[in-house]
């Protein structure tokens, strides 16, 4: 059974940090393209970091750039996202998705975490 599971959301305060993982069963992350999305209420879903293991390929939306870190970890099979100096901007629900082409469009990823929630306020 294909499951990504995403954990390490949280409250945390302006300029705070968290550390976002996504675990993958039933198929190896390094054979897919990684992407971090989130949701804010009201929103459309927004692509935030992508990883390709393959070429090591990474993307960041501007607004996460020198901020957020995207990483993959082969033996656990998971990938995480680190996020610093958090903005009440950034609070949104988090997902992890595995798909085949590096891109920034959700319609191109196969497999959905069931996403978490970040809330940075003060």
């Known amino acids: 059974q294909v499951q990504l599971v995403e954990s390490g959301g949280g409250l945390v305060q302006p300029g705070g940090s968290l550390k976002l993982s996504c675990a993958a069963s039933?198929?190896?992350?390094?054979?897919?393209?990684i992407g971090w999305f989130r949701q804010a209420p009201g929103k459309e879903r927004e692509a935030v970091s992508c990883?390709?293991?393959?070429?090591?390929?990474?993307y960041y939306r501007d607004s996460v750039k020198g901020r957020f870190t995207i990483s993959g970890d082969s033996a656990k099979n998971t990938v995480y996202l680190q996020m610093n100096s958090l903005k009440s901007e950034d609070t949104a629900v988090y997902y992890c998705?595995?798909?085949?082409?590096?891109?920034?469009?959700?319609?191109?990823?196969?497999?959905w975490g069931q996403g978490t929630q970040v809330t940075v306020s003060s």
């Open positions: 998705a595995a798909g085949n082409s590096f891109s920034t469009r959700p319609m191109l990823y196969d497999y």
């Open positions: 039933g198929f190896t992350l390094d054979d897919y393209i």
């Open positions: 990883i390709s293991s393959s070429n090591g390929g990474r």
